[in-house]
């Protein structure tokens, strides 16, 4: 004898034969959002007829990760070494580099915006190398024990360093 379907997989199916989701030009709408816009935002654009595949952002805008270190020896050679390093706030030692001011905050602060017009709009947002800069500036770091590291807790939220497409 079969199982009774579980109320999940009776979901499931369920919204297979939901109005909109067989209607394959929403689907790919849906799809090509490219993570830059929301899904309602491009379902709204969709029902008005305001629907764009948008372009992929050039290669050379940052894409708001984190910045990986380049060199982490030579940033440490600066604070006398990686054993002889005092943390900044309780003098121990330190094992950890931070960031005086918050990165992403240092990083609105020192770098310019770029437009880069591309096919039915424009991108802006920052080139990667000067995000790289500045996360690597000598001025904004500074050694610090692990614990008073994770204490600063700053803030998490990086979507304003990622690049905007603007429709024409």
Request: proline residues 7%; charged residues 30%.
């Amino acid at each position: 004898m079969p199982k009774e379907p579980t109320s999940s997989r009776r979901l499931r199916k369920g919204r297979r034969f939901h109005p909109y989701a067989m209607d394959p030009k929403r689907m790919a709408a849906l799809r090509n959002s490219r993570k830059t816009r929301t899904q309602t935002k491009v379902l709204e654009e969709f029902e008005n007829g305001e629907y764009f595949l948008q372009p992929a952002a050039p290669k050379k805008l940052f894409k708001g990760r984190r910045p990986s270190w380049i060199d982490s020896s030579s940033i440490w050679k600066r604070f006398g070494g990686k054993g002889n390093a005092k943390c900044i706030k309780c003098k121990k030692v330190a094992n950890s580099i931070d960031h005086k001011v918050d990165w992403k905050r240092y990083v609105l602060e020192s770098c310019d915006s770029y437009m880069i017009e591309c096919e039915g709009g424009y991108w802006v947002g920052l080139l990667t190398e000067e995000v790289i800069i500045a996360y690597h500036d000598p001025k904004n770091l500074q050694p610090m024990c692990s614990s008073c590291n994770s204490k600063k807790n700053g803030p998490k939220n990086i979507d304003n360093l990622k690049p905007t497409f603007y429709k024409e």
